[in-house]
């Protein structure tokens, strides 16, 4: 009675269905918070207001409030490869598993990059400040494509208008103003 109509139907409905299955399991793969399980936005106790990315113990992104960030990630890897940070600050701790693990903070005046450390980065309209507190971290000027690497205690201010970078150690109310903001 179907004929070839209703086998016709069935085909467009197991192939409806199968790409179904297929775009959720893209959407799931392709989930920040479920990649791999590996990392996911948790509560934050200090300001309930703002999640924390938490990715095991390598990759801890605590934002300050109203910062306005993304991970980003590459295929078949668990952890994000690079944080987008469009305005506001970030705590950043990252302790890879693995030597050849690469990191790295996009802002729109520069891009920190880092093998293990924990610094701090705040973004405005008008400048870009990186701070670094353990480790080292390589803090570029996409502008000038010029780089320089900071040290703990070392910080670097970056704004349209440079001409150069310096890198200078922070004082300490500086320093404090700024870790007042994730309640450290």
């Given at each position: 009675m179907f004929g070839s109509g209703g086998e016709r139907?069935?085909?467009?409905?197991?192939?409806?269905?199968?790409?179904?299955?297929?775009?959720a399991s893209l959407f799931l793969a392709s989930s920040p918070a479920r990649a791999g399980g590996a990392c996911a936005f948790v509560p934050n106790d200090r300001d309930p207001s703002t999640k924390i990315l938490q990715c095991g113990q390598e990759l801890?992104?605590?934002?300050?409030?109203?910062?306005?960030?993304?991970?980003?990630y590459v295929k078949g890897r668990?952890?994000?490869?690079?944080?987008?940070?469009?305005?506001?600050?970030?705590?950043i701790d990252y302790h890879p598993q693995s030597e050849d693990a690469r990191f790295q903070i996009l802002t729109p005046?520069?891009?920190?990059?880092?093998?293990?450390?924990?610094?701090?980065?705040?973004?405005?309209?008008?400048?870009?400040?990186?701070l670094v507190l353990s480790g080292a971290v390589a803090v570029t000027n996409r502008r000038l494509n010029q780089f320089v690497v900071l040290r703990d205690g070392e910080g670097v201010d970056i704004t349209p208008?440079?001409?150069s970078m310096t890198q200078k150690r922070w004082g300490e109310a500086r320093v404090r103003a700024l870790m007042a903001r994730f309640g450290e």
């Open positions: 139907r069935s085909d467009v409905l197991s192939a409806l269905l199968v790409a179904l299955v297929l775009a801890i992104v605590r934002p300050a409030h109203g910062a306005r960030f993304r991970p980003i668990t952890l994000p490869s690079e944080i987008r940070l469009d305005d506001g600050a970030i705590l005046l520069a891009i920190a990059a880092v093998r293990g450390t924990r610094w701090a980065m705040d973004v405005t309209s008008a400048r870009t400040s990186t208008s440079d001409t």
